[in-house]
């Protein structure tokens, strides 16, 4: 299979880009190198036409948006972060899955005051209390949420959660389901229409090769 255009694919380091490989694979790509080893950020593959962009999770969705890349890998929770970007969200790629979540210290008693919330996730935790009409203050944290109601930061967190060990592991419990999460296939519209073959192309390939490892 040939590409008409050149496509370049955002992905981030990590979780990402070990489990997107093996959906590249499937639909004929390889990088000739590897991200955690080589310094590089741009990634030739086996296709000629195709290059991996190694990129921050959390900044995908922009270099997307700008046409900077072509398409990008995005959790749903860096995309429900972002707001309407104007991206194309074609396909679920089914991977990184886990889900965002309230979580905090069991039978823990609020008190009267307003719930203070830690989060990185701030627009998705005020939609969600919002939605509940709840009045809550939210503690914007860059990482290692569980740590804010161990030490008073905070009442509860919004996290994401996969096994809930490192929940468990901190005394801590799930206790309100927010969304379900999933690394996202995203499009830059120009790229949509200008190199429509090559892009609906790769976009078939893929969600051929989800569908069997979903199968599989
Ligand atoms: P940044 O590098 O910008 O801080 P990050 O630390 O969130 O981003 P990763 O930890 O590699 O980057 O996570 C990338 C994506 O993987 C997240 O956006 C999310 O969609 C998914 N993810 C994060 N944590 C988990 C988890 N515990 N289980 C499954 N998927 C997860
Ligand atoms: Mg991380």
């Known amino acids: 299979m040939e590409f008409n255009d050149s496509l370049t694919i955002a992905l981030s380091k990590g979780r990402i880009f070990k489990q997107v490989l093996p959906l590249l694979a499937h639909a004929g790509i390889e990088p000739y190198e590897d991200p955690e080893l080589s310094r590089k950020l741009i990634l030739e593959t086996n296709r000629p036409q195709v290059k991996l962009v190694i990129i921050r999770a959390s900044d995908v969705p922009t270099y997307v948006q700008y046409g900077a890349v072509d398409l990008g890998v995005a959790g749903k929770d860096v995309l429900m972060e972002q707001g309407d970007t104007g991206l194309y969200e074609p396909l679920d790629l089914r991977i990184a899955r886990c889900r965002m979540m309230v979580a905090g210290v069991p039978d823990a008693d609020p008190g009267p005051e307003r719930l203070r919330i830690a989060t990185k996730y701030v627009a998705s935790t005020e939609r969600h209390f919002a939605a509940k009409g709840q009045q ?19 009442n509860l967190i919004v996290d ?26 995203v499009v830059n519209k120009a790229a949509w229409k200008m190199k429509h073959a090559s892009v609906t192309e790769l976009l078939a390939i893929l969600r051929e090769a989800v569908e069997a490892s979903v199968a599989g």
């Open 136 to 154: 809550v203050e939210i503690i914007k944290l860059y990482g290692s949420m569980e740590l804010a109601p161990l030490v008073g930061l905070s």
């Open 160 to 185: 994401l959660v996969e096994s809930g060990n490192t929940l468990k592991a901190n005394g801590l419990v799930p206790l309100e389901h927010i969304a379900d999460i999933s690394a996202r296939l």
